[in-house]
């Protein structure tokens, strides 16, 4: 068990390092969200060949390709988020995601809409409108950041229910293949739109680009799954509310965040962490 619990908060880890390599990648957000998926997608694709997988896509699988693309649109507005104002900011912004879950998922599921988890996740929002509110300068990255909650809410309810019976591997490689198709189905339009933007990688964004695909996305899969294997998806969930957290640590010793940050964000940061401590205390009390 203790070797489960390492492994997932090795995901969570990695999936924190998510942004502060967004944010130390130069390329644009597109460009990482595109490059992350393609290098993802083809270390994917030999893995499961060697390990002599199926890797023919079949004709169900083609909703899960759409679904790949809806969650290469969350990356770029993630990392947009983090471009435009900080790491700290986009990842505040992600906690947004569970209050657009409690609104859309009902309608999605055709069940009714809980109102204490609405209430508790109403928190979060009200967390974000302060440090929108006061500031001014993370205006643009916080807008983006929020789109970027709003799209990964409609993924996660959508993966849900195309991951639940079938192989978490195969149907990670497929989303990863179907955002780098419809990513760079949209660069032709972008690259006439920013003529100026570079889209080759320097050696040192190259590097950075191959961890992120491989740590990042990779590597960050495989331990979900095997943590998974001896740890409930109640405690998987309930474990990956340090994500934001990690990520703020980190951009702090990385970055010296801390000194980009007004009160105001502290504020916001405090009602954002007793919206998730009461809505894990909220699932805790009913699971049992």
């Avoid at 502060?20 to 390329?27: C, H, K, Q, T, W």
């Avoid at 320097?202 to 992120?212: A, E, K």
Wanted: hydrophobic fraction near 55%; include cysteine; glycine fraction near 6%.
């Amino acid at each position: 068990m203790k070797k489960a619990f390492f492994q997932l908060h090795s995901a969570i880890l990695l999936a924190a390092c998510s942004s502060i390599f967004g944010n130390l990648i130069s390329l644009d957000a597109v460009l990482i969200t595109w490059y992350r998926m393609l290098l993802a997608a083809i270390i994917l694709i030999v893995l499961m060949a060697v390990r002599s997988k199926e890797t023919a896509i079949t004709k169900s699988d083609w909703r899960v390709l759409s679904i790949g693309f809806l969650l290469a649109l969350h990356w770029m507005f993630f990392y947009g988020s983090i471009k435009y104002a900080n790491v700290s900011v986009g990842v505040v912004c992600f906690c947004l995601s569970g209050f657009f879950t409690a609104i859309i998922s009902p309608l999605v599921n055709r069940c009714k809409i809980s109102l204490i988890e609405l209430l508790f996740s109403s928190l979060t929002l009200v967390g974000i409108s302060l440090i929108f509110h006061f500031d001014s300068s993370f205006r643009t990255g916080i807008i983006l950041g929020v789109i970027s909650s709003l799209l990964f809410a409609v993924y996660a309810i959508l993966n849900s229910r195309v991951n639940m019976s079938g192989d978490t591997i195969k149907t990670t490689t497929l989303q990863m293949i179907g955002g780098t198709v419809g990513v760079g189905l949209l660069l032709p339009v972008y690259w006439l739109n920013m003529p100026s933007a570079v889209f080759v990688p320097t050696i040192r964004d190259t590097g950075f680009l191959f961890l992120l695909a491989l740590g990042c996305t990779v590597c960050m899969c495989f331990l979900l799954n095997k943590a998974q294997k001896s740890i409930s998806a109640f405690t998987v969930s309930l474990s990956f509310n340090l994500e934001p957290v990690y990520s703020i640590v980190l951009a702090i010793i990385l970055f010296d965040e801390d000194k980009m940050l007004g009160v105001a964000f502290y504020v916001g940061l405090l009602m954002i962490v007793l919206s998730l401590l009461l809505q894990m205390l909220h699932v805790a009390y009913n699971k049992n």
